[in-house]
């Protein structure tokens, strides 16, 4: 059985930076495309970015130019560096596999920008 685990949040102030991981029991990145997704107070999950295994990223509107999806295959783990954050960027973090065929969500970590 797979297991992710999401780590790296924390709280940080309007402005400012964090890089979160996602590292998985099982070595899946390699052949997976990965996302991650994130769930603020009282709405639905939502995709933030992709990595394919060739390398090919992709960015909802909200976090492009300050968000950089990337993955150490050797680690089983996927990062997300979060630049220039914001207040509406605060929720719980997730990564998955970005197919119809999720793997059990992991505990997610909390990442919450103050103003």
């Known amino acids: 059985q797979v297991q992710l685990v999401e780590s790296g949040g924390g709280l940080v102030q309007a402005g400012g930076s964090l890089r979160l991981s996602c590292t998985a029991s099982?070595?899946?990145?390699?052949?997976?495309?990965m996302g991650w997704y994130r769930q603020a107070p009282g709405k639905q999950r939502d995709l933030v970015a992709t990595l394919s295994s060739g390398g090919s990223t992709s960015y909802a509107d909200s976090v492009k130019g300050r968000f950089t999806i990337s993955r150490d295959d050797a680690k089983n783990t996927v990062y997300l560096q979060m630049n220039s954050l914001k207040s509406e960027d605060t929720a719980i973090y997730y990564c998955n596999s970005f197919g119809p065929l999720k793997w059990p969500w992991g505990q997610g970590t909390q990442v919450t920008v103050s103003s």
């Open positions: 099982g070595s899946i990145f390699s052949r997976d495309v």
